[in-house]
């Protein structure tokens, strides 16, 4: 795999996609690409006490890849900033480029 994609991976299970969380930042949104192993960085304005960063970062996915909440599930990282999340029934090109996109537009604030 490319090594400026290896932050998301397609399998059997489905699209899963390796984060880096900063909780209680003042509003939620993608930061970037960061890190090795790779990541994507996300800032989420929820602070990280009994899941609330946790459920804004899974609503926050919800809505930006439109997708119902019952497809995203978090696979490791429930207690710490490093996460793998899960995507069940989509494809790797459809969310790589929203992520991309959000990136994108983020960067020219």
């Known amino acids: 795999m490319k090594k400026e994609t290896h932050w998301i991976q397609s399998s059997a299970k489905g699209i899963s996609l390796r984060l880096k969380i900063q909780p209680q930042a003042s509003h939620t949104q993608i930061v970037g690409l960061q890190g090795d192993p790779l990541r994507l960085k996300i800032r989420v304005a929820a602070p990280p006490v009994e899941g609330k960063a946790n459920e804004e970062l899974l609503q926050f996915l919800k809505k930006l890849l439109k997708l119902p909440i019952s497809q995203i599930k ?27 996109e959000e990136i994108s537009k983020n960067q020219k604030k």
Do not use: H
Not at 77 to 82: H, L, N, P, V, W
């Open 74 to 100: 978090i696979l490791r990282g429930e207690t710490s900033a490093s996460k793998d999340i899960l995507f069940i029934k989509d494809s790797i090109e459809r969310i790589e480029t929203i992520i991309q």
